[in-house]
């Protein structure tokens, strides 16, 4: 009972983190959505291409934002720890 309790608190504390993995898996296969999305209402390839292109660079710049925002909150919760060792 009590490993099942266990087990459900920590998947409790990793809801965020599972969120923030879809969030970054819908915006890395955006580029491809659009581009099929696209193919089937009948448009021309350049004109898929280019959205594509697009979404994807606007998906992989929002990843670099929320990446560099969850280093930089894991770096501060290492710097303490580097402190106490010296």
């Keep these: 009972m009590s490993v099942t309790r266990s087990k459900l608190n920590s ?3 990793s809801i965020s983190r599972i969120v923030l993995g879809f ?12 581009a099929l999305y696209l193919r089937v209402l009948g448009f021309s390839g350049t004109i898929i291409a280019g959205y594509g292109f697009l979404t994807e660079f606007i998906a992989m ?4 934002f929320i990446f560099k925002g969850y280093l ?3 770096e ?6 580097k402190k106490k060792k010296k």
């Design 61 to 64: 710049c929002v990843c670099y």
């Design 11 to 13: 998947l409790k504390d």
């Design 72 to 74: 930089k909150i894991d």
């Design 23 to 34: 969030i970054l898996f819908s915006l890395s296969i955006s580029g491809l959505v659009i």
């Design 76 to 81: 501060e919760i290492e710097k303490p720890d």
